[in-house]
């Protein structure tokens, strides 16, 4: 008896809390804020309208009960259900402050931005946000903790919107690369975001190319390098850099070891500040890539990268395309080239080099570490691509040819049809099983980027846009077909002539 009477009173202990929870909630519906209630619903039909759409990732972490209200309709509370603990949990999407802020500034939510909020990456680029649409992005992702990698670039959020960019990486020490290319973000901009990259260390990839920034700008940028020692790539290409900003940019690397990518290409860059770029690279042990490409260095700024290029051993990567290299300086180049063994890549296209510059480059190149040379645009004779196929063989080295042909002997220049039916048919041998390799569901047919994979696994030299013009000329289904032909074994296709 003492056993059922005390099941009898916990039965009915639980009971009356059950009323009385029910009886609060009934309060709490009474007395909420009709404001509140109104957001509350606005949230509840944006989530609906995002499942629809078959989307999940846009909806908040918080676990919402759906409470009936009196007029039939329902709406979202943070009351939990009486059988789990009550708790209150971060939103680390930053979809509700996100919804809150449109809706004080009056402006419509991007639905490509709240899809994006639990992703790595967040990708807004071309969306034409503007700086309104910016700022309350930025405030939104001040509480995000999934993204990683933010890309704003070509949405003109102007100096304001740059502004709040930085506020917003005052407080969230999860992005770690960022993009704002092509945003004229202007001067301000730019000074605010270096002073939070000064004080708060946690972005290490960093573009701010196309954006018009001149000298001023470099020499904050040069400013913030001395102490930033997270930072590993600045991308500031296409801006108005010229040698003031080359020097200043190339002082604060000569103390900083951290930064191992770098790229100036397309500015203003001349003698004086590349010879200062060339300097620091000489002493600096922390650039793996450099990009100087489309920009001038003359005599005086190839001197300096050629001694570089000496006592450098930390580099991989060099690109100093279309940089006015004068061919005076080809053999000692070459000379270097020749003692360093880490450089691995070295680009010297669309130089003004005639074909005795080139010879004197490989001259001296008498030993070499590395794996491609780029010589495009750069006109050769017949005479010297063979020498060239030669050194290719004998060193092991991937040289990249611009034209074949050139001024100074008449000859044509081979189109890039020949040299690719030329290619085929002497290397049918490797491309066959190549072919059969790619064909793994035995359909006999090959995409064109499989078509293209097996060209340059074979060792085709042709560029990219001349594969492409294969490709509208209808050049490539007919040598599929000879591929097909060659990779098909002997059996069958006897077989098929005989039939």
């Not at 629809?52 to 309709?73: V, W």
């Not at 500031?236 to 850099?241: C, D, E, L, M």
């Not at 040379?373 to 060239?388: A, F, M, Q, T």
Request: hydrophobic share 35%; with cysteine; charged share 25%.
């Amino acid at each position: 008896m003492p056993d059922s009477t005390a099941e009898s009173f916990l039965t009915e202990l639980k009971e009356d809390e059950g009323e009385q929870i029910e009886a609060d909630a009934g309060q709490f519906i009474q007395t909420a804020n009709p404001e509140e209630m109104q957001i509350e619903r606005n949230l509840s039909v944006l989530y609906e309208d995002l499942e629809r759409e078959g989307n999940d990732t846009a909806f908040p972490t918080n676990n919402h009960r759906r409470i009936p209200s009196e007029t039939g309709s329902e709406y979202d509370t943070d009351l939990e259900d009486s059988s789990s603990p009550t708790r209150v949990e971060y939103d680390s999407s930053g979809i509700e402050n996100y919804l809150k802020i449109c809706g004080e500034m009056n402006m419509r939510p991007v639905s490509h931005f709240m899809r994006q909020t639990k992703n790595p990456s967040l990708s807004l680029r071309y969306q034409s946000l503007g700086c309104k649409k910016t700022v309350a992005i930025t405030q939104a992702l001040t509480s995000n903790t999934f993204v990683e990698c933010l890309d704003l670039s070509d949405n003109d959020i102007g100096c304001d919107g740059m502004v709040s960019i930085a506020h917003m990486l005052t407080e969230n020490y999860f992005i770690t690369e960022l993009n704002l290319e092509d945003n004229k973000i202007g001067l301000r901009g730019v000074t605010n975001l270096c002073h939070v990259l000064s004080e708060h260390s946690y972005v290490k990839h960093l573009n701010l190319s196309g954006n018009g920034l001149k000298d001023p700008v470099a020499e904050i940028l040069g400013e913030m390098l001395k102490v930033n020692y997270t930072l590993t790539s600045l991308i500031v290409k296409q801006n108005q850099f010229s040698c003031v900003g080359g020097k200043a940019i190339a002082g604060a690397l000569l103390s900083n070891d951290s930064l191992t990518e770098l790229d100036v290409s397309w500015n203003l860059i001349r003698s004086r500040g590349s010879e200062a770029l060339g300097k620091m690279l000489a002493t600096n042990s922390g650039l793996i890539s450099f990009n100087m490409s489309f920009n001038g260095l003359d005599k005086l700024g190839a001197g300096a990268f050629v001694k570089a290029i000496k006592t450098n051993t930390v580099l991989v990567n060099l690109d100093l395309i279309n940089t006015r290299i004068p061919g005076s300086e080809c053999k000692e180049l070459g000379k270097a080239l020749a003692t360093n063994t880490t450089l691995k890549i070295i680009k010297l296209g669309n130089n003004p080099l005639k074909e005795e510059d080139i010879e004197l480059l490989f001259h001296g190149l008498t030993t070499t570490s590395l794996y491609i040379i780029g010589l495009e645009d750069i006109p050769v004779s017949k005479g010297l691509y063979e020498r060239l196929q030669e050194f290719e063989k004998e060193r092991g080295v991937v040289i990249h040819y611009g034209k074949s042909g050139g001024n100074q002997r008449a000859r044509p220049m081979t189109s890039s049809t020949l040299r690719l039916d030329e290619f085929i048919t002497t290397n049918l041998s490797k491309l066959a099983p190549l072919v059969l390799a790619k064909d793994k569901d035995k359909t006999g047919q090959l995409t064109i980027s499989e078509f293209k994979e097996c060209l340059q696994e074979a060792g085709l030299r042709l560029r990219q846009n001349e594969l492409n013009r294969e490709i509208l000329m209808g050049k490539i289904p007919s040598v599929l077909e000879r591929m097909r032909n060659t990779a098909r074994p002997r059996s069958q296709r006897e077989k098929r002539d005989s039939e």
